[in-house]
């Protein structure tokens, strides 16, 4: 069963210098208690897809122009593009039923509040608790979480902590709730790799027992291989192929995607080298007409600088943008 729906989502950013399309016709779904990892480049539109589901893009300059975020929950189907991002009905569901893990803990904890405080901000306002009942559950939390000496930890600052703690201090804080979706954009990036290891077995361990979903946004194929139930990869605001994690890995489809593979450094290849992906990114304010990856694309072909591909079924349950398949 479905629990997160995105339907031609298309967030756009009105600057001076033009017009960001940062997701521009971005479609998949969230099947309950699973892991979607959502991987690609630097500026592909991974984070703003997440902010777009929570109601945090900025506006102005960021604004939703399309598309459908259908929320199943409790045999209703909610459609979060129509909620006032400040409004009653989406502050009730942010933290509450959705929760987002972001990228550098340090900056996303007030410095001048506790851990505990931090935590019990939104058990208080979601769970109606007083602040007792709050401060003993965010103690059970950081208990849950492997953080030791919890009820100490509990009235320390941020700098406090080390950056491994901070990191579990903030999942603590996104699953004290009990959300339905937990968005965890790149959260192991600034570990190192033991820690890592230890907050990915954390975040499988937690979405089991409290039988929710994940999105996964990393560009990490690693951590990717290892974390997600199917995979969505991303370039240039749009989803360039999409299927479970082990079609992806062992028999991926478009060209940017075999990119990536062999950019990755394995010990069974008999390699000297790894091969690149040639070229950058383009300039995000004069995309291509056609496909966003033909200028670094060695497949390309003279429709691929002109019109842009659909993504369409190229296997069972393995869907790709490229004409390679038409």
Known sequence: MPLIEVRGLKTYFYTEDGIVRAVDGVDYTIEQEKTLGVVGESGCGKS???????????????????????????????DLTKFNPKGREMRSIRGNEIAMIFQEPMTSLNPVYTIGN??????????ELNKAEA????????????IPLPEQRVDE?????????RQRAMIAMAM?????????DEPTTALDVTIQAQVLELMNALRQEFQ???????????VIAGMADDVVVMY???????????EVFHNSKHPYTQGLMHSIPSLAADKERLEPIKGVVPDPFETPPGCGFEPRCPHAMEICKTKMPELREVAPGHTAACYLYE
């Open 212 to 222: 929710a979903s994940i999105q996964f946004i990393t560009h990490d194929l690693g």
């Open 118 to 127: 931090q935590i019990m901000e939104a058990i208080i306002l979601h769970q």
């Open 48 to 78: 703003v897809t997440a902010l777009s589901i929570m109601g945090l893009v900025q506006s102005p300059p960021g604004k939703i122009e399309d598309g459908e975020i259908l929320f199943h929950r409790d045999g209703k189907v909610m």
């Open 135 to 146: 401060k003993t559950k965010a103690v059970e939390m950081l208990r849950a979480v492997g």
């Open 236 to 246: 240039l605001g749009r989803i360039v192929e999409a299927s479970n994690v082990r």
């Open 176 to 184: 004290s709730c009990n959300p339905s979706l937990l968005i965890a």
């Open 157 to 165: 600052y941020p700098h406090q902590l080390s950056g491994g703690m």
